[in-house]
């Protein structure tokens, strides 16, 4: 009699030594998937959008709304610079291009830069309100206008902000973590 090998035995059976059992392990090892390289990738692209997203939301009676994106001032088109160059280390690492090693550090130092930018704009963007509300209700306002306003008055930090923050907290992150396995790689 003979076995056909590609059919599974009946359930009530155990596979015989020649047959192999369903779902076993694989002998084949599992494709090398770039997941830190595609992080970067989507970091840099991150601090891109947010650069050009709201950075502040104003909301003050009489005057309405109003938001500042990045792009409104000259740090946003630096916000820009530094995620265009953490994408474009993403992009060619996904291609297995060779880059030479100053590539993951300077990408590295350029999410480090806009992790700095984010975190530095959301402090600076809480003190200028703190100092807005001082200057308002100060001692020259017999009335409580200034005050009254200043209560009302809210300063919120944007989304593309806080996004630009995240891009580069995690871009930093899986930069690093890509050039800790090219040292482990070199080293072995």
Same mark, same amino acid.
């Given at each position: 009699?003979?076995?056909?090998?590609?059919?599974?035995?009946?359930?009530?059976?155990?596979?015989?030594?020649?047959?192999?059992?369903?779902?076993?392990?694989?002998?084949?090892?599992?494709?090398?998937?770039?997941?830190?390289?595609?992080?970067?990738?989507?970091?840099?692209?991150?601090?891109?959008?947010?650069?050009?997203?709201?950075?502040?939301?104003?909301?003050?009676?009489?005057?309405?709304?109003?938001?500042?994106?990045?792009?409104? &001032?000259?740090?946003? %088109?630096?916000?820009?610079?530094? !995620? /265009? =160059?953490? $994408? #474009?280390?993403?992009? +060619?690492? *996904?291609?297995?291009?060779?880059?030479?090693?100053?590539?993951?550090?300077?990408?590295?130092?350029?999410?480090?830069?806009?992790?700095?930018?984010?975190?530095?704009?959301?402090?600076?963007?809480?003190?200028?309100?703190?100092?807005?509300?001082?200057?308002?209700?100060?001692?020259?306002?017999?009335?409580?206008?200034?005050?009254?306003?200043?209560?009302?008055?809210?300063?919120?930090? &944007?989304?593309?902000? %806080?996004?630009?923050?995240?891009? !580069? /907290? =995690?871009? $930093? #992150?899986?930069?690093? +973590?890509? *050039?800790?396995?090219?040292?482990?790689?070199?080293?072995?």
């Amino acid at each position: 009699m003979v076995q056909d090998l590609t059919t599974p035995p009946p359930p009530d059976q155990s596979p015989s030594a020649n047959q192999p059992a369903e779902g076993g392990p694989s002998l084949t090892p599992a494709a090398t998937r770039p997941v830190r390289e595609w992080i970067v990738l989507a970091a840099g692209i991150a601090a891109v959008i947010g650069s050009f997203m709201p950075w502040a939301k104003i909301t003050a009676p009489i005057l309405g709304s109003m938001s500042l994106s990045g792009t409104d &001032g000259t740090d946003g %088109w630096i916000v820009v610079v530094l !995620g /265009l =160059v953490v $994408a #474009a280390y993403g992009g +060619l690492s *996904l291609r297995r291009q060779s880059v030479p090693i100053v590539a993951p550090i300077f990408a590295g130092l350029a999410a480090l830069a806009l992790f700095g930018i984010g975190v530095w704009k959301i402090v600076d963007l809480q003190a200028t309100e703190a100092q807005m509300r001082e200057s308002m209700s100060g001692e020259d306002d017999p009335l409580g206008i200034g005050k009254a306003i200043s209560a009302v008055t809210q300063v919120s930090v &944007g989304a593309g902000l %806080w996004l630009l923050t995240l891009a !580069g /907290l =995690v871009g $930093a #992150a899986a930069t690093a +973590l890509i *050039l800790l396995t090219r040292y482990r790689a070199a080293a072995s």
